[in-house]
């Protein structure tokens, strides 16, 4: 069963930078999709980014490309989401997701690996 690890989360202030890591216990080929979402408090969850296939397409959510940028080194199964310009909004607990296939970035229910998620605070 694939395990993720995520990593990177913290306390930041408005303008900042952080950047997440996720880290798969088993080889992920690019026939796997990798993607990042966020719940924030009292908020359902919503995807961030995503990416997939061998070129490592990659898919974001609403306007958050302008700021976030998400990578993928294969080799370590590993997936990074590079978060620049953050606001108070942004924060959120931050999971990484993987499936089998397509990538679905408004569907988290088609996702069945999650990571145990990490805290992102922005302060204004």
């Known amino acids: 069963q694939v395990q993720l690890v995520e990593s990177g989360g913290g306390s930041v202030q408005a303008g900042g930078s952080l950047r997440l890591s996720c880290t798969s216990s088993i080889k992920l080929d690019h026939s796997f999709c990798m993607a990042w979402f966020r719940r924030a408090p009292g908020k359902p969850r919503e995807g961030v980014a995503t990416v997939e296939g061998e070129d490592g397409s990659t898919n974001y959510y609403s306007d958050l490309a302008s700021r976030f940028t998400i990578s993928r080194d294969y080799a370590k199964s590993a997936v990074y989401l590079q978060m620049n310009s953050l606001k108070p909004d942004d924060t959120a607990v931050y999971s990484c997701?993987?499936?089998?296939?397509?990538?679905?970035?408004?569907?988290?229910?088609?996702?069945?690996?999650w990571g145990q998620g990490t805290q992102v605070t922005v302060s204004s």
């Open positions: 997701a993987v499936r089998s296939g397509y990538c679905y970035i408004t569907l988290d229910r088609k996702y069945d690996t």
